[in-house]
């Protein structure tokens, strides 16, 4: 597979994104150059989301994940890429204690979060906005509960599927409310290129970004296989689960519905004071 260049000059390419298997799974293509790119080479850059997302605000790299609840604050900078997309349909980020809570018990307690600017915690602000928040690396939070270090955490990646391995207790799912809300899927994290590098680029970044992803789930065991080492050791079968719940269709195109729920999660957050406005979100589309 290969995009077509744009000129006869390479160009390299900045790419951020996260250290975990769903990434890895998604930019196998371009990591390994199973995806031929003639006129842009990548270098791969790993960091959290929320690193990522404080980068962004400073045009750091030329393409980076970041979180849809930090887009308010790039829209500027960045435009929004049609693919690389993570959705939570019916699952995503997940409110877990050490006993059984109710949702107004959530006002009392500290509550571990990966960031104050990840979708995951504007998704929470939305489903209740009287909480203390205590910022940590989202791979310290299942520990931090257990520990008794904070009363509550909120978990993204793998988390979501070992809190109960752990004795954990789930107070609420926040994808499974935001479909109950809106009948939309959760938009997470998606990618963005710098509005500085032009269209003509900015697409070329888009259809190289959308082969890998299409490569990876054409090549799916060769592609886990590789995403294994930031799999953060869970079992082949677990990470292959965790993948397929955030790199399918909605990776590939948000599609009307896609773009409709991201716009419906801005609106809210915008509506609720929780994000600054406009709640529109820019794609950069073909023609």
């Known amino acids: 597979m290969a995009t077509k260049p744009v ?7 900045k790419l951020a994104h996260s250290p975990d298997s769903d990434d890895a799974f998604m930019f196998y293509g371009l990591a390994t150059q199973k995806v031929r ?3 842009l080479k990548f270098a791969h850059v790993l960091a959290d989301i929320e690193t990522l997302n404080q980068a962004a605000r ?3 790299y030329d393409v980076t994940a970041f979180s849809f609840g930090a887009y308010p604050y790039l ?3 960045y435009a929004l890429l049609d693919c690389g997309a993570s959705f939570g349909e019916g699952y995503g980020p997940i409110v877990v204690s050490q006993h059984p809570m109710k949702r107004e018990d959530l006002t009392k307690c500290r509550i571990a979060v990966p960031g104050l600017q990840t979708s995951a915690y504007l998704a929470l602000r939305l489903y209740e906005p009287r909480v203390e928040p205590v910022v940590m690396a989202f791979d310290q939070i299942l520990d931090a509960v257990k520990n008794s270090v904070v009363d509550v955490g909120l978990l ?3 988390g979501q599927l070992f809190f109960s391995q752990m004795g954990l207790h789930k107070v609420v799912d926040l994808g499974q409310w935001w479909v ?12 963005a290129v710098r509005r500085s590098l032009g269209r003509t680029i900015g697409l070329q970044v888009g259809r190289a970004i959308r082969e890998s992803v299409a490569y990876a789930l054409d090549h799916r065991e060769s592609a886990v296989n590789y995403a294994m080492q930031f799999a953060r050791d869970m079992e082949p079968e677990l990470a292959d689960k965790f993948i397929g719940m955030y790199v399918n269709k909605w990776t590939l195109g948000y599609g009307e519905r896609g773009r409709q729920a991201v716009h419906e999660f801005l609106k809210r957050g915008v509506d609720a004071g929780l994000i600054p406005g406009p709640p529109d979100a820019e794609f950069l589309l073909e023609d």
């Open 75 to 77: 829209r500027d900078k």
């Open 156 to 158: 993204i990646h793998e």
């Open 58 to 60: 400073q045009e750091i």
């Open 180 to 191: 109950e809300q809106t009948g939309l899927p959760l938009p997470l994290g998606g990618n």
């Open 7 to 13: 000129s006869g000059k390479t160009i390299e390419i």
């Open 37 to 39: 790119t003639p006129g």
